[in-house]
């Protein structure tokens, strides 16, 4: 499949359905001498478009809505803007994202639109009691909003294990809980305040259970643990939280009854692609559901420089996602 988005490298596409046009937040990756290395300090964006397309037919346009937002614009930030999402609640667009802020911690935080392509205002400082990565929201049947986040590694994440608001400088770098008995670290969720600015709670880890057991993925369990690009959509009444398994390259999910888990591992809905990152969502558009991710083919396997795709995926009868069309 070719690359959606060819005039500019885009990553970690978000893509929603606004008023009946399908809209993608992506990252905007550029060139950079900064040598690649496990921290992602190679991934050093610096603003973000807005894309927007009236159908998924491969002859359909895509509009580049130009600059939406820019790191010089945001007074917290220092650099690295990664993985953004949007949300719309009472007729505004928000756009998050995840920064490093002035002590090169990841932030996460938020700008506001009057319309889906922006551009977007930033709030003047990151979300109250946010921290690492990737945030993604999702809006529920009854109107609540949550965000979900967190990536291991130089994402951070793994640095608050003592406790939400905690940094544990300790651990910053390429590292993440190991060995027998040790559990793996779970994404995180708050619900958002009705005005979609803040966190209405204090954030929760969310756990992904084996099926086999019932109990909490191992920290060892590199083929199916959470690292980074969580999104959440819903299907059928479930509930389904999706991610990138990070160092095994893997796109996975897993299902529950509730906003915030526990969700029970359910599969791949993707095999590693040319790139060391992988990282997706998943929308329905059009009456057909379909998978964003990104790839390096565009350019030639540079790591730091990915391209968006679309691939359409269903579900099978018992709810799984399944990457043929079934029968
Ligand atoms: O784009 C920078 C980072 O790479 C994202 O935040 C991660 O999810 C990974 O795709």
């Known amino acids: 499949m070719p690359p959606l988005i060819t005039n500019i490298y885009t990553a970690d596409p978000s893509a929603h359905v606004f008023n009946g046009k399908l809209y993608i937040y992506p990252s905007h990756d550029r060139e950079t001498d900064i040598q690649f290395n496990d921290n992602g300090d190679q991934y050093d964006m610096a603003d973000y478009h807005v894309f927007s397309l009236t159908s998924l037919d491969p002859t359909s346009p895509v509009t580049d809505h130009g600059v939406a937002l820019k790191a010089e614009d945001i007074p917290w930030v220092s650099k690295q803007l990664w993985a953004p999402d949007a949300a719309t609640k009472n007729g505004k667009y928000y756009l998050y994202f995840p920064a ?76 993440e809980p190991s060995g027998a008995g040790a559990r793996a670290l779970g994404p995180r969720v708050a619900k958002m305040t009705d005005d979609m600015l803040e966190f209405a709670e204090e954030v929760r880890e969310i756990l992904i259970l084996a099926p086999e057991t019932g109990e909490p993925l191992a920290a060892d369990d590199h083929d199916r643990r959470f690292f980074e690009a969580a999104w959440l959509h819903k299907y059928n009444g479930k509930y389904y939280f999706s991610y990138s398994t990070g160092d095994t390259h893997y796109l996975c999910y897993a299902v529950g009854d509730s906003p915030y888990g526990p969700f029970t591992y359910g599969g791949r809905i993707l095999e590693p692609v040319l790139g060391w990152t992988t990282h997706h969502s998943i929308v329905e558009f059009q009456g057909r559901w379909w998978l964003f991710h990104h790839d390096c083919e565009l350019s030639k396997g540079v790591d730091h420089l990915r391209s968006v795709k679309v691939k359409e995926i269903w579900y099978d009868k018992d709810g799984k996602i399944v990457t043929e069309k079934p029968e």
Request: charged share 25%; aromatic share 14%.
């Open 100 to 175: 490093r802020d002035k002590e090169g911690i990841f932030r996460i935080g938020v700008a506001v639109a009057d319309t889906p392509e922006g551009p977007f205002k930033p709030e003047p400082e990151p979300i109250k009691g946010s921290y690492s990565i990737d945030p993604a929201v999702f809006i529920d049947d009854d109107g609540a909003a949550y965000m979900y986040f967190g990536g291991l590694w130089g994402g951070q994440l793994q640095c608050y294990q003592k406790g939400n608001n905690i940094y544990d400088a300790s651990w910053s770098g390429p590292k």
